[in-house]
Structures are given as C-alpha cells and as structure tokens.
C-alpha cells in the first residue's frame, strides 16, 4: 500500500492550498484517513482526520473554521483544503491512513512521504 501526496507549496499568510492524497496498493477498506503535520522543531500532530465509513471529521482546533478535510475524486483520496493560511502552519504535511489489506484482512497505519507547506508572513 502506497499513500502519494499532492499540493504543498509556498504561499502568503492568508492564502488558500489544496492537499490530496491518494492510496493504491492491496486495499480491502480504508477505515480511517486524514493529514498530520510536524515541524522540525515540534511533535507530529494531528491536523484533520475523517471515518471513511460514518464521514466523521476530527481537526487540531488550531485549524478549526479554516481547513476542510473530504473525500477526494474517488473512494481512495481525500483532499485537505486550507484557508486563510498562517505562518504557523508551516510544516511538512503527512497523509495517514488506517487501512484493511486485501491480503491479510489486518489493519495497518500507513504514512505518505511527506508534502511541504510553507506560509510567508
């Protein structure tokens, strides 16, 4: 199973980003999937997760009322809006996903690589 991220870049406080994030590999279900972020200096943290299977949402209160989290084109992506960007979401941004294998009905966490956004104040 492979988690490939989409979108990070450079942008001004105040701007607007889109993150996607699709999964492929032996994938019976995706139970669980969302974005966390880490900066050099910080601990990994949360920042949105969705239930693949109710659509209930879970964000870091620092991103309440300005980040979005949905399913993405199709049942394997899901997208990460971000609005009204602040310097302090700098960070690299990691899709996350709790996933049933096609291959041993087991769930796994897997990470994505990594996408780097960076907010300009």
């Known amino acids: 199973v492979q988690l490939v991220e989409s979108g990070g870049g450079l942008v001004q406080a105040g701007g607007s980003l889109r993150l996607s994030c699709a999964a492929s590999?032996?994938?019976?279900?995706?139970?669980?999937m969302g974005w966390y972020r880490q900066d050099p200096e910080k601990q990994r943290e949360l920042v949105a997760l969705?239930?693949?299977?109710?659509?209930?949402?879970e964000y870091a209160d620092s991103v309440k009322g300005r980040f979005s989290i949905s399913g993405g084109t199709t049942a394997n992506t899901i997208d990460l809006f971000m609005a009204n960007l602040r310097p302090e979401d700098t960070a690299e941004y990691y899709c996350?996903?709790?996933?049933?294998?096609?291959?041993?009905?087991?769930?796994?966490?897997?990470w994505g690589q990594g996408t780097q956004v960076t907010v300009s104040g």
């Open positions: 996350f996903a709790k996933i049933t294998s096609r291959d041993t009905w087991r769930e796994y966490d897997y």
């Open positions: 590999g032996s994938i019976l279900s995706i139970n669980s």
């Open positions: 969705m239930n693949r299977r109710t659509g209930a949402t």
